[in-house]
Every structure is written in C-alpha cells, then in structure tokens.
C-alpha cells in the first residue's frame, strides 16, 4: 500500500509541475497575436503612422520578432488591396534591410493586379526594388498589367521605367 501512494505522490507532483499548462499558455498567446494582426487595418497602420512617425512606426512593426502586424501587412499589399497599397505608403522612404525586402516584394506582386495604385504608393524611390523581374513567372502578367496604364495616367513616366526595369534594359 505504501508503494502506491508514493507513486500517487509522485504522479500528482508531476502533473503539477508539468510545463503543458505552459504550453496552453504560449498557445493563447500566440493566439491572441493572430488574432490581434488579423484585427489590425489599414487604418490602424495609418493611425500608427500619424501617433509616431514613420520611423518609429516601422520599428514598432518590427521591435517584437513575434508581432505579425507586418505579415498581415504584407499579405494586404500582395493580395493588391487598395487600402493596404496607399496606407503603407508612407513607410516606403524609410523600408530598409529585411522590411525593404518584404516590403518591395509584396509591392512588385501586387503590380498584377493594382499596377497604378503600386506605382504611385512607391513613387520613384521604390520603383527600381518594386519593379523586379522575380518570381520569373509573374514578369509576363507584370508587364501586361503595366501595359494596361493609360498614357494620361499620373503614373506613366514610373510606367515607362517599371517596364523598361523589368525588361532588364539599362536606364
């Protein structure tokens, strides 16, 4: 009998000290972030924006390696959504390092379906990294969708350059 209270003991010790209600924790946290950057908008970058500076915005997307704001961004730009394309507008003069890349990136995919809008949220600073002739198969759908600008667009002269960019012609 004593035997198997020590092992009782012993068990009930263990499922006290078991690091799962650990695990249940870090698991409703990583939820709650999900949640919180499947919450976050345009609007709210752009409310971040305005409250510090682009600057200190891009680096509050970035202070915490597990704060998926920025990949919610990314995906908004990627996905050629017209608020997501204009709000991080203005965070494109101060993208560099990882963000520049990421950044730029979703830029040039959206440039299939939101050509004008892309163009004109990266301006002439960020045309040359937007306007990249990768992933290969997009180069065609890319160029068509920057063929489709009107010549009394705005954009057209970046048009001209995206295009010659991507045709890998020198400028």
């Known amino acids: 009998m004593k035997t198997y209270a020590i092992i009782a003991t012993a068990a009930l010790a263990l499922a006290a000290c078991n690091p799962a209600s650990t695990d249940a924790t870090e698991t ?18 752009s409310t971040l ?33 017209l608020a997501w394309i204009a709000a991080v507008a203005p965070l494109v003069p101060v993208l560099d390092g990882e963000a520049a890349e990421s950044g730029f990136s979703a830029y040039g995919d959206a440039l ?18 937007t306007c990249q002739p990768y992933p290969p ?28 960019t991507l045709s890998g012609e020198p400028t």
Not at 28 to 45: G, I, M, N, R
Not at 57 to 72: I, N
Not at 112 to 129: I, K, R, Y
């Open 112 to 129: 299939t379906s939101q050509p004008e809008a892309v163009l004109a949220a990266v301006g002439a600073d960020g045309m040359a990294s």
């Open 49 to 81: 924006i305005a409250a510090m500076g682009p600057d200190a915005a891009l680096a509050e997307l970035f202070r915490d390696p597990a704060d998926a704001r920025w990949t919610t961004v990314l995906a908004g730009i990627s996905g050629g959504d």
């Open 28 to 45: 409703q946290a990583v939820t709650t972030e999900t949640a919180d950057a499947t919450a976050f908008t345009p609007q709210d970058l």
């Open 137 to 164: 198969e997009t180069l065609e759908a890319k160029q068509s969708a920057l063929a489709a600008i009107s010549d009394e667009s705005p954009v057209v002269a970046l048009r001209d350059e995206c295009l010659t």
